[in-house]
């Protein structure tokens, strides 16, 4: 094939080389290798990943994001890196009162977890031992939801799938504490990949709390490619938190694929402060009549960091509701995306969704791309969406250092006063404690430019009475 459409397709194919020799070995001896309908899983996906390869800004959904430096490298399979951790390494990282599953390189750490015995009956454990012991459980939704044929990191990662968060809450059950999976690379030599893989079920009339949460304790360069399957079931109330704070150096690339029955409520909530390359997808679809989904998300960026952020809401059914808020914060020559897609179905009459994108930029090299966007095949909804793009406030800033404040600790203000739009949508308050910690922490490195004038596109900070 000549032209530029082939220099596309055989550069493709030289960036999947090297993963069909591994994905060749790792099927072998991955967990439930011996089980059909999860051989099947594994090779479609991986076919698909091969058929397709990496996704190019020639792909509507990427072309704001350039992905060569993952494909192009030479990532491998990480390794169990448990034995390089030191006692006390990820205390600085634990949720106060949470159940913890530890998982290092992708693999479950049981020693470095912390799940008490549940008496309500619900299950916390990781997914290669559900896989080995009790398959049953995941069969009905392992993989059922996740589209692979769309996104090829979905496809990759189902390919690569061995272990990860098993979460079960059986039916009408209240879960007092949150789970809180833990996901830390360390120890590795040469660059590696992880494919976490979670599969959250929230029975009828259930509530929980579930924090993913990825650190890494070195900087060498790495890739965690993870993928989430949360399952609500009806009158279901959920609570799903990623907070994304690994290195500088990290690759991260995340699924959250929502599945949601009728009157079921599910709160997405993404907090990203780290990382090279970061792509955060959220994927709800509210399957049920009277389906309701909150995204809500804060993203901070400094020195080139590139975060990108693609929200797809499917309104499938009628009388759904859905919100998202996202808030951006970017710094030096820091990069942000936000793609945010509304798809209301024919049948889902009596929609209502909004979606709004506010961005703030404290450096001329900063740079965001936004692009709401609404499909809508039924004509009785009420859908809409906006973004807005600017820098801090003059007056606000005036009137803090009129009142003694100096110049750094003003804009400091005015910074957590944009960030607590964020938090003040978290009802846990445990888990919104710790996150307003670490907002704190990273905007408190940031480097604050002087004064500036507003950009045309609009303030995004709030108004000196919001600040006060």
Known sequence: MSGAGGNVIAATQRDIHGYHEAFAAFEKAAPGAELPWLRKLRSDAFARFAEVGFPTSRDEDWRFTNVSPVSQGNFLLARNGVESLRPGQIEPFEFPQALRLVFVNGRFAP?????????????????????????????????????????????????????????????????????????????????????????????????????????SLDDLPGLCNSATELIAGEGANVSHYLVEREHDRAFNFSTLRIQQARNSNVASHSILVGGALVRNNVHPVLAGEGAECLINGLFIGRGSQHLDNYMLVEHASPHCASRQFYN??????????????????????????????????????????????????????????????????????????????????????????????????????????????????HISRMRQPSRRASASAGEAVPSLEEVL
């Open 328 to 441: 951006g914060i970017l710094g030096d020559r820091a990069h942000g995306v936000f793609h945010g897609r509304i798809v209301v179905r024919k049948d889902a009459q009596k929609t209502d969704a909004k979606q709004t994108n506010r961005n703030l930029l404290l450096s001329d090299e900063a740079q965001i791309d936004t692009k709401p966007q609404l499909e809508i095949f039924a004509d009785d909804v009420k859908c809409t969406h906006g973004a807005t793009i600017g820098q801090i406030e003059e007056k606000a800033l005036f009137y803090l250092r009129s009142r003694g404040i100096d110049e750094q600790s003003a804009r400091r203000l005015l910074l957590l006063a944009f960030a607590s739009e964020c938090l003040d949508r978290m009802k846990e308050d445990g888990v919104r404690e710790r996150i307003e910690k670490l907002i704190h922490e």
């Open 111 to 215: 020693a470095l977890s912390s799940v008490a015995a549940l008496a309500t009956g619900a299950q916390v454990a990781s997914l290669a031992s559900v896989l080995n012991e009790n398959p049953a459980l995941a069969e009905p939704f392992l993989g059922r939801y996740l589209d692979t044929r769309r996104d090829a990191f979905c496809a990759l990662n189902t390919a690569f799938l061995a272990d990860g968060g098993y979460v079960r809450i059986p039916k009408s059950t209240v879960l007092p504490q949150p789970v809180h999976l833990l996901f830390v690379t360390s120890g590795q030599r040469i660059p590696a990949v992880a494919h976490p893989r979670n599969l959250i079920v929230v029975e009828p009339g259930s509530q929980a709390a579930i924090i993913e949460d990825y650190i």
